[in-house]
């Protein structure tokens, strides 16, 4: 597809508006950027981009950037800000940009790339909150997107498709399949057997096509879940809804209004006087109240605000420095309380922070305790487990709630996590 632009006239500024499409292609082991995107902010590193083929020269210093880019739904007109973090930012030579889907699901980010599939090609978020249809364009899995303006940028939703930390396709390692070449050969074989249906003559319709012959000549069911689901479909009816639909009548005083207000100072006037008469106590239990009171938290600006006001730093998270380390501790019995788990966190210098459990689903909760009592890990590594590495799992929705650099182990290599040094420990202190 070939890019177009458009100008936009705002003030006294233009600002040029590039239609391209972002391909997805897993030979570009990185994020890259063409025309398209909007450059939001610089990470300060650069690489040299390699090509495929020797007989190229290769490009060196090519800035390492977060950029943006707007689609527009179809289906619904709305306008969507995708960003893309760690990503090479090489607008000034390309039309269009690729896309690494490996770089998306180390994120959580679900990629349907495979054009031989049942389902259709799509971009879901890790929290399943947005999905990006895609098309094929010859061989090209692609989507259509633009450069986004300042307007865009500041009124649409926002949507973050990769990870902000450092990316290193060289050293990135994927999580360990749960079977093997031969397990799966055996399941697929199973599948085949357990989806086998019988074919009939044309006397026979098509919603009979689960029904078997015995050895007496009678056809009796059988059970065949392709046939079941065709008359499940079949028997559903679909009715046309109404555009508009007739609201019933309420009387205007059980309508709730949104209390606003409108103030032309920035500061409270209250004096001793005014409280002393609203309260009924005396003017100096007036001044030493608000003498005491701080008004923290609070902020007012005459209305309509022009601009956004930062969150309160009270309400950050603390930030624990250094590596931390998650491992989950099989007490072998149970406990009075009902708990044989346990999520430990801990550090090289073997400070401990136990978290019992009845499951080892709860490791998420864990986290979150952990998060909300001590403070967020600057870096968290643990093991593949499927109770810490699920995708949907609580323990990587806290991860990427926090924000929280995450390594996971290679399989086998428990040396890798000095958590099982700490774990061994607290044995000692039990038995």
């Known amino acids: 597809m070939a890019a177009t632009e458009t100008t936009i006239g705002k003030a006294k500024s233009k600002v040029q508006v590039h239609h391209g499409t972002i391909k997805l292609d897993s030979h570009a082991d990185t994020i890259v950027f063409g025309k398209n995107f909007l450059k939001l902010s610089d990470t300060g590193r650069v690489c040299t981009v390699s090509p495929y083929t020797d007989t190229y020269e290769s490009i060196e210093s090519v800035p390492i950037v977060t950029a943006a880019t707007a689609w527009t739904s179809p289906n619904t007109g709305e306008t969507i800000i995708l960003v893309f973090n760690e990503g090479l930012w090489m607008a000034d030579r390309m039309s269009s940009s690729l896309i690494n889907p490996n770089q998306l699901r180390n994120y959580g980010v679900v990629v349907q790339d495979n054009p031989y599939s049942e389902s259709p090609l799509y971009i879901m978020s890790h929290d399943d909150d947005f999905v990006l249809p895609l098309s094929l364009d010859g061989t090209n899995v692609m989507a259509n997107t633009r450069t986004p303006n300042q307007q865009e940028l500041g009124t649409c939703r926002h949507v973050?498709?990769?990870?902000?930390?450092?990316?290193?396709?060289?050293?990135?390692?994927?999580?360990?399949?749960?079977?093997?070449?031969?397990?799966?050969?055996?399941?697929?074989?199973?599948?085949?057997?357990?989806?086998?249906?019988?074919?009939?003559?044309?006397?026979?319709?098509?919603?009979?096509?689960?029904?078997?012959?015995?050895?007496?000549?009678?056809?009796?069911?059988?059970?065949?879940?392709?046939?079941?689901?065709?008359?499940?479909?079949?028997?559903v009816k679909v009715y046309d809804v109404p555009q508009t639909a007739t609201v019933a009548s309420a009387e205007t005083q059980d309508v709730l209004t949104i209390p606003t207000f409108q103030s032309k100072k920035r500061h409270t006037d209250v004096t001793p006087q005014d409280l002393s008469e609203r309260w009924c106590i005396s003017i100096k239990q007036a001044f030493e109240t608000l003498k005491r009171t701080t008004q923290w938290i609070v902020r007012s600006a005459i209305m309509p605000l022009g601009r956004q006001y930062k969150a309160d730093r009270m309400f950050f998270k603390r930030i624990l420095k250094g590596e931390w380390f998650t491992d989950t501790l099989d007490g072998r019995v149970?406990?009075?309380?009902?708990?044989?788990?346990?999520?430990?966190?801990?550090?090289k210098n073997y400070f401990p922070a136990v978290y019992p459990m009845d499951t080892k689903g709860k490791a998420g909760e864990a986290l979150r305790e952990f998060c909300r009592e001590f403070g967020v890990p600057e870096k968290l590594t643990f093991d593949g487990s499927q109770e810490q590495n699920g995708r949907k799992t609580e323990f990587m929705k806290q991860v990427r709630k926090n924000d929280i650099d995450h390594h996971v182990i290679e399989p086998d290599r428990h040396n890798q996590n000095p958590c099982e040094g700490v774990i061994r420990e607290v044995r000692r202190k039990w038995f």
Not at 188 to 205: M, Y
Not at 334 to 347: I, K, L, T
């Open 334 to 347: 149970m406990s009075r309380e009902g708990n044989r788990y346990a999520q430990v966190f801990a550090n």
């Open 160 to 235: 973050t498709l990769s990870s902000p930390h450092t990316w290193d396709p060289q050293n990135i390692r994927f999580p360990k399949p749960s079977r093997s070449v031969e397990e799966e050969i055996m399941w697929q074989g199973e599948r085949r057997i357990g989806g086998l249906s019988t074919h009939f003559a044309d006397e026979f319709t098509e919603a009979d096509a689960g029904d078997s012959e015995d050895e007496s000549g009678v056809f009796a069911p059988s059970y065949n879940l392709d046939a079941m689901q065709r008359r499940l479909i079949g028997s």
